[in-house]
């Protein structure tokens, strides 16, 4: 397809799919930074109708939906008088991507993005993904959405951004490996005596980056690496074994990938969104964002050191998903987002969450996926049955 670069006369179209959160926050405030390369077509959320009718307005976007059809009527209200087409639902939000536009950033948190990110894709748009839940849940069904619509899939993910802008996609036969970083999260020398009583707040503190909760809790399981390493596998076609995961506490590092020759290739920067997300948004070309600028000088040692498999288990159960390959990674991703879920709002404790995952993987039988029906089938009885693990999880903790 042709790409059209941002500094080009006509502005870039856009439309943010999760525009209220921490993704699409950020890429609000790039695009009013530079306001004269973007126009909007759509914003979407889910709560939080206020912000959205706000950020509609300012940025004088054709249409906002929220994917809860109770807020239909206060997201109507609050744009009253602006010209801006209201909606609610599910088939809103699907109407909502599949606006005419260049440009998609998919930012909606779990597997409730994948039918909007899905229909972008299908208009053969440039996909900037965030949503790796999306990758993990449907990876093969995705790729092959985005190749049959000429679709364009860009990396947000900061691990995968940097992995992108190393590789070398002529060359990918002298790819040896590639190594995803991982901060460790905010528990990454706790004992696991400790981190069974760990609250969902001191959960959220990340200490390196600001995100959204849930993917803030992920990376204190180090669940979130392994569903990076799960997203990595599909959009570069790694085998599970190719790819290595190495705590770097810094997160200045944010991946690299290694060549047969023995030269290691890095992105480095500061732990800042905005930076993986500009170079989304301007690709191929680069536009400025405001991330602090790195200063190795002043930072001086950059430390790295193998993960824990004992006291994060959830990488040893992404990794397993990820070789049992179809279904696995559905379920996965759907007990850990209920389990997430309960953890956030005090039903479980920190430890039962991969327990939950571990449970739920053994039980749901693992169909082969043939259509987006089939992942949503499997992702609905993962749901079921990791739902039916959060008591007893509860009990023998
Ligand atoms: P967030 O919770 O801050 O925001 C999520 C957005 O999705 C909000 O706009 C919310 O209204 C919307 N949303 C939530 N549930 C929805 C539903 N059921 N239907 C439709 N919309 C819904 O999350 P975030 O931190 O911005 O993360 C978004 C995605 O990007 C996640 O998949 C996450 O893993 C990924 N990601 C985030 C970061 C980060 O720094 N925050 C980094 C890498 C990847
Ligand atoms: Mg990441």
């Known amino acids: 397809?042709?790409?059209?670069?941002?500094?080009?006369?006509?502005?870039?179209?856009?439309?943010?799919?999760?525009?209220?959160?921490?993704?699409?926050?950020?890429?609000i405030d790039l695009i009013e930074r530079n306001r004269a390369l973007f126009e909007v077509a759509a914003l979407t959320a889910n709560g939080n109708t206020d912000l959205l009718a706000a950020q509609a307005r300012r940025l004088g976007a054709?249409?906002?939906?929220?994917?809860?059809?109770?807020?239909?009527?206060?997201?109507?209200?609050?744009?009253?008088?602006?010209?801006?087409?209201?909606?609610?639902?599910?088939?809103?939000?699907?109407?909502?991507?599949?606006?005419?536009?260049?440009?998609v950033m998919a930012a909606i948190v779990g597997a409730a993005?994948?039918?909007?990110?899905?229909?972008?894709?299908?208009?053969?748009?440039?996909?900037?993904?965030?949503?790796?839940?999306?990758?993990?849940?449907?990876?093969t069904l995705m790729l092959r959405e985005v190749a049959d619509h000429g679709a364009t899939l860009l990396p947000v993910d900061s691990e995968h951004n940097a992995i992108f802008q190393v590789f070398d996609f002529a060359q990918r036969d002298k790819v040896e490996r590639i190594?995803?970083?991982?901060?460790?999260?905010?528990?990454?020398?706790?004992?696991?005596?400790?981190?069974?009583?760990?609250?969902?707040?001191?959960a959220v503190a990340h200490p390196n980056w600001d995100m959204g909760a849930k993917i803030s809790v992920d990376s204190a399981t180090m669940m979130n690496k392994g569903l990076e390493l799960i997203e990595a596998h599909y959009l570069f076609d790694m085998p599970e074994e190719r790819i290595d995961i190495l705590v770097h506490p810094q997160s200045i590092i944010h991946s690299m990938v290694a060549y047969v020759d023995g030269s290691v290739l890095a992105q480095l920067g500061t732990p800042d969104m905005r930076t993986p997300i500009a170079?989304?948004?301007?690709?191929?070309?680069?536009?400025?964002?405001?991330?602090?600028?790195?200063?190795?000088?002043?930072?001086?040692r950059l430390t790295f050191a193998p993960p824990d498999p004992d006291r994060f288990p959830a990488l040893r159960l992404a990794r397993a998903a990820l070789k049992d390959g179809g279904a696995a990674p559905t379920i996965l991703n759907a007990a850990n987002e209920v389990a997430v879920h309960a953890f956030l709002e005090g039903g479980i404790g920190?430890?039962?969450?991969?327990?939950?995952?571990?449970?739920?993987?053994?039980?749901?039988?693992?169909?082969?996926?043939?259509?987006?029906?089939?992942?949503?089938?499997?992702?609905?009885?993962?749901?079921?049955?990791?739902?039916?693990?959060?008591?007893?999880a509860r009990i023998r903790a």
Request: contains cysteine.
């Open 279 to 300: 170079y989304t948004l301007a690709w191929p070309e680069r536009m400025p964002a405001p991330a602090q600028r790195l200063d190795l000088g002043a930072i001086s």
């Open 62 to 103: 054709r249409m906002a939906v929220t994917a809860d059809p109770n807020r239909y009527a206060a997201l109507k209200s609050a744009l009253a008088g602006s010209g801006i087409e209201a909606a609610a639902g599910p088939a809103a939000l699907v109407e909502a991507a599949s606006l005419p536009a260049d440009w």
């Open 1 to 27: 397809m042709a790409i059209e670069a941002a500094s080009r006369s006509t502005p870039r179209r856009i439309t943010i799919l999760g525009s209220t959160g921490s993704i699409g926050c950020n890429t």
């Open 179 to 202: 190594i995803l970083t991982a901060s460790g999260g905010p528990f990454r020398e706790m004992d696991r005596s400790a981190m069974a009583r760990v609250t969902p707040k001191q």
């Open 113 to 139: 993005g994948l039918e909007p990110t899905l229909a972008a894709a299908r208009r053969g748009a440039i996909v900037a993904l965030a949503n790796k839940e999306c990758l993990v849940c449907a990876g």
């Open 350 to 392: 920190f430890l039962d969450m991969p327990r939950v995952v571990e449970d739920t993987l053994e039980r749901v039988e693992k169909p082969a996926l043939n259509c987006v029906q089939d992942v949503i089938a499997v992702d609905r009885e993962a749901r079921e049955t990791a739902r039916a693990r959060l008591a007893p």
